[in-house]
């Protein structure tokens, strides 16, 4: 057994070590369980001692109670990740075990889980992902989805909008690139919603400010869009067309397809209360 933790006898007469079923051997108290010594005798020369010692009930329940508080504090240092992640809350529950897999989203179902499985390897390599699909396909919740797995792995995930980076950062001034900066310190960046965000001179600056920094500082990000691909690759529009440039070059397109969740939802509450109050 490897002992961990010794007592001198006279130090323990009252800390309660012999238990019901624990009986004598050689001279030495054993553990009435699992029958490994609770006494070990120390003799150096002259000198001989016999200790108390942790047996291995004692050593598991340790181990056990151990694992328990890592874990809640674990749990604890995932939910100050998550209220420190700027995640809307209806997105802070997003999960794969209750994701609604259906035949148009299986692949992108399946490359999300691939993705966090191999996040080593995506952050090593500083590759993201675009979902882009219709409204109501579920992009934004197949992103919460890796931002929780991730952050259930202790990694650092924001995830927000440009309509919200652009009113965090309105009015900041000097400050602007602390925001900037506290943005780029999470290990996976999340963007939501890209193309809602008004249609300006400033936002689009702003928003090619935040990609082109994301991709400089050599760290994953994704986005979710209902903008089309062809339309993004074929914009004549330069200072549109050098963001999504920059976007294409580190993250992966995946293509959200299938009819709107939202519609489906609302058919089948409209349903539900036409057979109420019929």
């Not at 490359?111 to 992902?129: D, H, P």
């Not at 927000?160 to 960046?189: C, H, P, W």
């Amino acid at each position: 057994m490897d002992v961990t933790s010794y007592l001198p006898i006279e130090q323990s007469k009252n800390a309660e070590n012999v238990k019901d079923g624990d009986y004598q051997k050689d001279g030495l108290w054993y553990c009435g369980v699992c029958h490994r010594p609770k006494q070990h005798r120390i003799e150096l020369g002259s000198f001989k001692r016999t200790v108390w010692c942790i047996c291995q009930c004692d050593a598991d329940r340790l181990q056990e109670r151990k694992e328990k508080d890592d874990y809640e504090e674990r749990m604890r240092y995932v939910q100050r990740l998550k209220m420190a992640s700027c995640m809307p809350r209806d997105c802070m529950e997003a999960s794969f075990s209750e994701y609604r897999v259906r035949k148009e989203n299986e692949k992108a179902f399946n490359i999300a889980k691939r993705y966090v499985e191999r996040f080593g390897t995506m952050k090593q390599e500083a590759q993201g992902l675009l979902l882009y699909g219709p409204l109501g396909t579920g992009k934004s919740y197949t992103a919460a989805c890796i931002a929780n797995a991730l952050m259930e792995q202790s990694v650092p995930v924001i995830m927000t909008s440009f309509v919200e980076i652009l009113k965090d950062i309105q009015g900041r001034g000097s400050k602007e690139a602390e925001y900037m900066d506290a943005l780029n310190a999470a290990t996976l960046l999340i963007i939501d919603d890209l193309g809602a965000e008004r249609d300006s001179a400033y936002a689009v600056e702003k928003v090619y400010s935040v990609i082109d920094r994301r991709v400089r500082s050599g760290k994953p990000m994704i986005l979710t869009t209902n903008l089309k691909v062809q339309d993004m690759v074929g914009c004549a529009d330069l200072s549109l067309r050098r963001i999504y440039d920059r976007i294409f070059e580190k993250c992966y397109p995946v293509e959200m397809l299938g009819t709107s969740f939202r519609l489906e939802e609302a058919a089948r509450r409209q349903a539900q209360m036409k057979m109420l109050f019929a």
